[in-house]
């Protein structure tokens, strides 16, 4: 468990508070993120916290798969945020939600889901994923 926290937490150092897939933003409030992974491999599509603006952790938002994968699995696992140089805050650690997906071991097609978010504030994000799926190590998605 302490070694999968410390992975998570380099993971979550280099992370601003959304993600790192490629993202291209429309004005219906949603997002469309392109990611890569592997077959049967685990690859991180999300960073969810919330950050206000006296450097604090605020509430987490909520997370709901809206359209599941065909072929793979979508998990969010709770994790700590450990970054420095975010917005004003020169060092920061904050509770966050991280979400993962995993393609079938035996997929050789592209793949798509959709998580909604919800933040406090009442505002809700439709994050559309397009995965593409190759059997380059690590999907070719850099860590």
Known sequence: MARQ???IGRWLAAAALLCCA???YSQDNSIDRE???SPGREVRVGVYSSIRPNCT???LPAIRLAVAPEHGTVTVRRAMLKATNV???LA????AFVAFYRA???LNSDDRFELEVSFATGRKQLQRFHVIVSNAPNGGQRI
């Open 5 to 7: 926290r410390t992975r």
């Open 57 to 59: 952790a605020g509430p």
């Open 22 to 24: 490629s993202a291209a």
């Open 92 to 95: 920061i650690e904050a509770p």
């Open 104 to 106: 079938s071991q035996d």
């Open 35 to 37: 990611i890569k992974a």
């Open 87 to 89: 917005k004003q805050c």
